[in-house]
C-alpha cells in the first residue's frame, strides 16, 4: 500500500473532569497521484494595520503601539520574529488605510496623526503616512526580508453620497506621488492593493463594483506608467495589483471582475473573520465545533466560482482573517485554544488554491501573532512558523473516514521530497486509531500481511517508491513529529508545547529551534485530544509533487 501508518491517539488529562477514554478507528487516504491545487511559497502572511492607541473595543484597548506609524521597528524580537520566516510576506493596511494621506509630492492636505472625531469613518480623523517614516519601514523591511503587499487609499477623491455609499471617481494624485517616490528610491513592493472592506455593502463605506472597476483600470495604467518609466534607470519588477480586499459578496465580486475586464486585477482578495464578534461567548465553542469550522468552506468554493466563471487570470488570497472581529477575542485570540481555527482554516484555504493567506494581525490586537508590549510570540506564531517550514505549495486530497472531530491536511513537504500531513483533533477526550494510506498503493499484497490489501507505510516507501539515499531493504526509515498541546493542559494558555517542550525566546530573544520527535515510520504514532501535530515523512517520493 505505500503510505500508511498507524496514528494511535492518546488520551492525557487536558481536562480535569475526563471521565474516561474512548477509542476510534479512522482511516485517512491521501491521493498522491497529483495535487488539487497550489498555494504560493509564500503562502503565509500577517498584517500591520494602522489603528492608533485609543482604539477600543469592549472597554478595553489593545493596540498599544503596534501600528504601521508607530510600531518600534528596532526591537530585536520583532526582526528575529519575521526572519525566522525567511521571506514573510507582510501586508500594511486595515480599516484606516482609506483615510491614510501620503505627506509627498504637491497633496494639499495636512499631515496630521489619526484622532478620534465624532463623524469621523470608524470614529477617527484621517491620519498620514510621512515620507520618513516610509523609509524607515523600508529599510527594515529589507533588512528582515519582509514581501510586502501595500494597502492604498481607495476613498481619497471620493464624496459620501448616502448612508455608508461613497461615489465618484477615485483621485489618483496622491498615490501616483507616493508610488513614484517609492520607485525613485529603489522600494520594492511585491503587490499595491487597492482598498479595504469597500465591497458589498461594506464596512463603515462601500463603493458600487462597476466604478471600483473604473478606478482599477486606472490604477493599473498608473501603476503600468510608473514602472516601465522606473524600469529605464533600475530593475524593478512589477508589482501585482490586489483588489477589493473585502468581504466576499458575489454579485459586487462578479461585477468587479465584469467590469474591470482581463488582466486588470491579479489577485482577489477577501477577509474572512468566521468566529464573530471578539466579545461572543460561544467563540471557543466555534473553534471546537467541526460544524461551525466547515462553513468557511462556502466562502471560499463560491469565490472559487466566482473566479473561474468571471476572471480565470486572477488568484484568490485570504487578505485578512483574525477570527474574531473588533480587535480579537482577549484570553482566547492570544491563546492555544486558536490555533485549531487558524490551522484548520489555513488547510481549508489551501484546498480552495488560495494562494496567499493573511493573518490579522502580527502584532496588535488580541489576535496579534506577537504580543503588542513584550513582541514574545503567543501560540498561534509558531502555528504558523511550523506551517510556513513544513507544508509545501502542492495541495493533496485527502479523503478522512472518521469523527468529525479528526480533521487533516496533507501537503507536499516544504523545499524537500516528502510529504506532510496536518492531523487536528477537536475531541477532548477520543483516542483514535488511523490508518494513513496513500490511494495509489493501497491495493498492493503486502509481504508481511497475506490475505489483506493492506500494507504498511514503510513497504510502500520501500517497494512503491524510491528512498533517496537509502538501501530500501536495509535501512529503517523515520518520519519526524511536531506535536503541539498547550501548557497544563489549559487550552487558554499562552504558552504552547511542541513535543512536551514549552516554546519560548531564548535568553538572547531568538526564535527556539522546532525540533521535531524522530520515530521509526513503523511505530504508533500519539496525537492527544485536543492537539496539533505535523507528521512529516521525508524523502517519500510520489507522483503528485514531482
Known amino acids: 500500500m505505500g503510505f500508511r501508518a498507524s496514528l494511535l491517539v492518546f488520551t492525557v488529562a487536558f481536562l480535569p473532569l475526563i471521565l474516561g477514554e474512548i477509542y476510534e478507528e479512522a482511516r485517512l487516504v491521501i491521493d498522491t497521484s497529483k495535487t488539487v491545487a497550489e498555494t504560493d511559497a509564500n503562502y503565509i502572511c500577517a498584517t500591520i494595520d494602522w489603528w492608533p ?12 503601539s503596534s501600528s504601521a506609524v508607530n510600531l518600534d521597528l528596532s526591537h530585536p524580537f520583532l526582526g528575529n520574529a519575521i526572519q525566522a520566516f525567511k521571506n514573510l510576506r507582510v ?26 472625531e465624532t463623524g469621523g469613518l470608524f470614529g477617527f480623523s484621517k491620519g498620514c503616512l510621512h515620507m520618513d517614516r516610509w523609509d524607515q519601514l ?17 476613498l481619497h477623491g471620493r464624496h459620501h453620497t448616502e448612508r455608508g455609499v461613497w461615489g465618484g471617481d477615485w483621485d489618483r494624485h496622491n498615490a501616483y506621488d507616493f508610488i513614484n517616490y517609492t520607485l525613485s528610491k529603489g522600494y520594492h513592493v511585491d503587490s499595491w492593493e ?64 465584469q467590469s474591470s ?23 471557543m465553542k466555534k473553534i471546537l465545533n467541526p460544524d461551525h469550522l466547515n462553513k468557511a468552506s462556502f466562502v471560499f468554493s463560491n469565490l472559487s ?71 514574545i510570540p503567543n501560540p498561534d506564531y509558531y502555528s504558523a512558523l511550523l506551517w510556513n517550514r513544513l507544508m509545501g505549495k502542492g495541495v493533496l486530497h485527502v479523503n478522512i473516514t472518521a469523527s468529525q472531530y479528526l480533521r487533516s491536511y496533507a501537503h507536499c513537504a516544504k523545499q524537500r521530497v516528502g510529504v506532510t500531513v496536518l492531523v487536528i483533533n477537536l475531541s477532548n477526550q477520543t483516542m483514535y486509531n488511523v490508518d494513513v494510506q496513500s490511494n495509489n498503493y493501497a ?80 511505530s504508533p504514532l500519539s496525537i492527544s485530544p485536543y492537539s496539533v501535530k505535523f507528521v512529516v515523512y521525508p524523502n517519500f517520493i510520489n507522483q503528485g509533487c514531482i
Open 443 to 522: 491495493k498492493l499484497p503486502s509481504k508481511n500481511q497475506t490475505g489483506t490489501n493492506k500494507r504498511s507505510f514503510i513497504h510502500g516507501l520501500k517497494e512503491s517508491v524510491s528512498w533517496i539515499g537509502n538501501k530500501a531493504s536495509d535501512e529503517k526509515v523515520y518520519r519526524e513529529e511536531y506535536h503541539l498541546t498547550p501548557e497544563g493542559g489549559n487550552l487558554r494558555s499562552r504558552v504552547m508545547l511542541l513535543n512536551g517542550q514549552p516554546l519560548q525566546l531564548t535568553e538572547l530573544g531568538d526564535i527556539p529551534s522546532l525540533l521535531p520527535a524522530v520515530n521509526d515510520v513503523n
Open 53 to 64: 492607541q485609543d482604539k477600543c473595543n469592549y472597554n478595553t484597548c489593545p493596540w498599544g
Open 138 to 154: 523600508n529599510n527594515f523591511f529589507k533588512k528582515t526580508g519582509v514581501i510586502l503587499t501595500f494597502g492604498l487609499n481607495a
Open 261 to 283: 475586464g482581463p488582466r486588470v486585477l491579479n489577485v482577489m482578495s477577501h477577509h474572512m473573520y468566521s468566529l464573530g464578534p471578539g466579545n461572543d461567548g460561544n467563540i
Open 91 to 116: 501586508r500594511v493596511g486595515g480599516s484606516l488605510q482609506d483615510q491614510v494621506m501620503y505627506d509627498v509630492g504637491n497633496s494639499s492636505s495636512p499631515c496630521h496623526p489619526f484622532k478620534k
Open 194 to 257: 487597492f482598498g479595504n472592506e469597500l465591497s458589498g455593502k461594506g464596512v463603515g463605506a462601500s463603493v458600487g463594483p462597476e466604478q471600483y472597476g473604473k478606478d482599477s483600470i486606472r490604477l493599473n495604467t498608473m501603476i503600468d506608467e510608473l514602472y516601465s518609466k522606473s524600469n529605464n534607470m533600475m530593475q524593478l519588477i512589477r508589482p501585482s495589483l490586489v483588489a477589493p480586499g473585502g468581504f466576499y459578496d458575489k454579485v459586487w465580486f462578479d461585477k468587479l471582475l
Open 305 to 375: 466560482s466566482t473566479i473561474q466563471e468571471n476572471g480565470p487570470w486572477t488568484s484568490a488570497w485570504v487578505g485578512e482573517s483574525g477570527g474574531a472581529y473588533n480587535s480579537g477575542a482577549r484570553d482566547i485570540s492570544n491563546t492555544f485554544v486558536n490555533t485549531f481555527w487558524y490551522l484548520d482554516q489555513l488547510g481549508m484555504a489551501a484546498k480552495y488554491n488560495t494562494k496567499v493567506y493573511c493573518r490579522q494581525s502580527l502584532i496588535g490586537g488580541f489576535y496579534g501573532l506577537l504580543n503588542k508590549t513584550t513582541y
